[in-house]
């Protein structure tokens, strides 16, 4: 404990050392200007000499910890410029030095504190504690005290302690600790249960097949401590320059003493050769970077991460909350014959009013966006793994699990299942007084803004991205090729991402991105860890070198963005004003620069250089235009109407189907119906598109080439519903749509509601992402009326 208390003193008297010599350095330079104003030069330089003194003994333990770190660093120069300029009396110039070193090592401590990496989260969500039984007795026992066949029952809520099998009961579990996944899973007697999840559903006893510290939550913990110390440490950008200007100004000074005879003319030599531009060019770089990035609402934690973000090539990124939205919503409904979709998503929301399942939510959500009025369900209960079941509007109705086979489905039924599969969505059957009547398809959508933030990466200089998550390889892989991703896995653990995180790192710099406390020793082994942190657990956050504020994962875009061009300046700064001190160590090297004027030209070059790295505050030329508020609104607006228009699309959807079996007058009402959500809803919403969003857009994005493409989408949309209004014209005519109309009929259909899936995406990727704040969120809103 002393010992450990020792080192944190050494540690705040360090951190006061920076700042505090940057006090006594100015204090002194300006000391000495205003005696040489008013005529006391032996005053003056006593007040220049003592700033000059002051800042040797720090400069050399610089030096001395450099060296013991295998590092020449920049310093070196700087202290052989200062001790030369006291050998030589040339006070001036040593206080001159001295103030600069000071400064660059202020910046350079602002840009580089970095907070801690101790993951108190992780610990935190560790439970201490466990319920045993032992024949009729429960009592709580210490973790520790559990031992491999132990009986441990796990009520509502509780955090698995320890891995092992379910021995009575059925276990609703949620994962998402360990896979990040936000979908429940059900795990039946004798199956495998981790520990570190949460118990979702109701009571269950567990056989303890290993002990708290051989178990997976554990291993967790002790992977994001292990990872976060085997980083190793980055070489700085002014250690990588210090390498040959080190030497080289040591050379021009020993041929200045050699040619010429004179101390004077070598510590001229190395005044001017004092590595300002690389004590400044970078720190300021680095801390303007940081500063925008802030702005931006990406925070990062030191100079050093915003340095590797910059040399960066490889991105590992987490799916479940980081390219998709983290939480389910409704994909599609899908009715019975002789139902609406309206009908089966207000039953299901109705009863699964008091669910606590996450599904049961994204449904009662949906509805509410729907503004479909809900009625209030009676002897209503819930049944882990299994589903609700209540009585709605004097109906007994359930939603969940069909307890059907596959083969004994009914068609339509086996037509929604096998679309579950195909887009890797999980779905809650309806079932009205025993018969199977709908179905609602639920999916965790991709984020609007992730194909985007995917190009930007890729022109911001990544050439390769990797995602890991705990999914399911099916939606892993939709995922991966919607956004064009180099490399998929799936079923990933924490010790496989570490894995994969470390294979990354040894061939290229590797960027982690996650949210999830499963992500966090990932996160950890990374060169650099990105943690979403808006959403995201502290776990994640604290493991993180980056943290983006926002939920937006184009945010990552962003910083990735400023780190190339903030690297880029900086490097255009240090190497510029180390051409200008090379020629300016020429110049003394011949006898043309005497140490005070040259520590004044050297000031002159600190100042340009400075001057140079501020422009990493500013966006870049040709940044993407900020939205006028009007615009924004505008999006918000069409953004939310996109919303109410998934039910068309649905509808749409259902209507093609029914026409596939039925032709008679059902099918008839049905194409009324589409007609009338055509003509009320949907084409005024894409007319207005075109005559307000539209236009708005072309006046912030530079023309009406960043909107033809969506404006031919509007075309066809109207062609498809102007070619199903002449079908229906002909149906009524006939009474009844006729067997020629069949063919086309349904292709108009299918073809209108592919063409609106793939307008409403590009819209919100290529438009509604551009808003930098979120509009309202469906559940929020009030009901449609």
Not at 609 to 631: K, Q, S
Request: charged content about 20%.
């Amino acid at each position: 404990m002393r010992e450990e208390g020792g080192r944190k003193r050494a540690t705040h008297a360090l951190r006061l050392l920076e700042p505090a010599l940057l006090a006594a350095t100015a204090t002194a330079l300006l000391g000495g200007a205003v005696f040489w104003l008013v005529g006391d030069r032996a005053v003056a330089d006593t007040f220049w000499a003592a700033g000059t003194v002051l800042a040797v003994p720090p400069a050399v333990g610089w030096v001395v910890a450099a060296l013991r770190r295998g590092r020449a660093g920049v310093d070196l120069i700087a202290v052989l410029a200062l001790v030369g300029t006291l050998v030589v009396g040339e006070y001036l110039a040593g206080a001159l030095i001295a103030l600069m070193l000071a400064t660059g090592r202020a910046l350079d401590a602002a840009a580089e504190r970095r907070a801690s990496h101790d993951l108190r989260a992780l610990l935190e969500h560790a439970p201490r504690s466990a319920r045993r039984r032992r024949g009729q007795t429960v009592s709580v026992v210490p973790l520790s005290d559990v031992a491999v066949g132990d009986i441990l029952v796990i009520g509502s809520g509780d955090v698995v302690p320890v891995d092992g099998r379910v021995t009575t009961g059925t276990a609703l579990l949620d994962e998402s600790v360990l896979t990040g996944e936000s979908a429940q899973v059900e795990r039946g007697t004798a199956d495998a249960v981790r520990s570190g999840v949460v118990n979702a559903g109701g009571v269950f006893e567990l056989g303890a097949s290993a002990t708290a510290q051989d178990s997976t939550y554990a291993e967790i913990v002790r992977l994001a401590q292990q990872a976060g110390a085997e980083r190793a440490p980055t070489v700085r950008l002014a250690e990588r320059y210090a390498a040959w200007f080190l030497p080289l100004s040591l050379v021009m000074a020993g041929i200045a003493w050699a040619v010429s005879g004179s101390a004077v003319r070598a510590v001229a030599v190395l005044v001017v050769a004092t590595p300002c531009p690389l004590l400044l060019a970078a720190p300021v770089a680095i801390v303007s970077g940081l500063s925008r990035a802030a702005r931006r609402g990406v925070v990062v934690r030191d100079g050093g991460a915003l340095e590797r973000l910059g040399r960066a090539r490889t991105l590992v990124i987490d799916k479940t909350g980081t390219l998709t939205a983290g939480r389910p919503r409704v994909l599609e409904v899908a009715a019975a014959p002789g139902r609406t979709t309206a009908e089966v998503l207000r039953l299901a929301a109705s009863l699964d009013q008091i669910s606590a399942h996450i599904l049961a939510e994204a449904i009662v959500r949906e509805a509410g966006a729907r503004g479909l009025t809900l009625s209030v369900p009676g002897q209503a209960g819930e049944e882990a793994g299994r589903g609700a079941a209540g009585t709605v509007d004097g109906h007994h109705v359930t939603v969940g699990k069909s307890g059907l086979a596959p083969e004994s489905l009914p068609g339509w039924a086996q037509a929604v299942d096998n679309r579950a599969l195909l887009d890797g969505a999980a779905v809650a059957w309806l079932t009205v007084d025993g018969t199977l009547v709908g179905a609602v398809l639920l999916l965790d959508p991709l984020r609007h803004d992730a194909p985007r933030t995917v190009r930007r990466l890729r022109e911001a200089g990544l050439t390769r991205l990797l995602m890991l998550t705990g999914d399911r390889p099916a939606p892993a892989r939709e995922v991966g090729a919607v956004l064009g991703l180099d490399d998929v896995r799936a079923g990933q653990l924490p010790a496989d991402k570490v894995d994969a995180v470390r294979g990354e790192c040894a061939r290229a710099v590797t960027v982690m991105v996650g949210d999830g406390v499963n992500d966090a020793p990932a996160l950890a082994a990374a060169d650099i860890g990105v943690a979403m942190g808006a959403r995201g657990s502290t776990a994640t956050s604290e493991a993180a070198d980056i943290i983006l504020t926002t939920d937006r994962v184009d945010r990552l875009a962003d910083a990735m963005e400023i780190a190339v061009r903030t690297r880029r300046i900086a490097v255009q700064s240090a190497v510029g004003g180390m051409v200008m001190s090379l020629a300016a160590m020429a110049a003394a090297l011949v006898g043309w620069l005497q140490p005070a004027p040259g520590a004044l030209l050297q000031e002159a070059i600190d100042v340009s250089v400075i001057l140079n790295a501020l422009r990493a505050l500013l966006p870049p030329r040709g940044n993407r235009a900020t939205l006028e508020p009007d615009t924004e609104t505008l999006i918000h607006r069409f953004a939310t109407e996109h919303e109410d228009l998934r039910d068309t699309l649905d509808a749409i959807r259902e209507a093609a189907g029914l026409i596939s079996t039925n032709q008679g007058p059902q099918a008839l009402r049905t194409l009324r119906r589409i007609d009338h959500l055509l003509t009320d809803r949907l084409l005024p919403h894409e007319h207005a598109e075109e005559h307000q969003l539209y236009p708005a857009l072309n006046k912030q994005l530079g023309g009406p080439a960043n909107t033809e493409t969506m404006s031919r989408a509007h075309t066809e949309i109207d062609r498809l519903a102007r070619r199903i209004a002449t079908h229906l014209q002909l149906a009524d005519e006939a009474g009844t749509v006729r067997p020629e109309q069949l063919d086309d009929l349904r292709a108009c259909l299918y073809g209108l509601h592919t063409v609106l899936r793939l307008h409403f995406s590009q819209e919100e990727e290529s438009y509604f992402s551009l808003s930098p704040s979120r509009p309202p969120e469906p559940w929020n809103r009030r009901p449609r009326i």
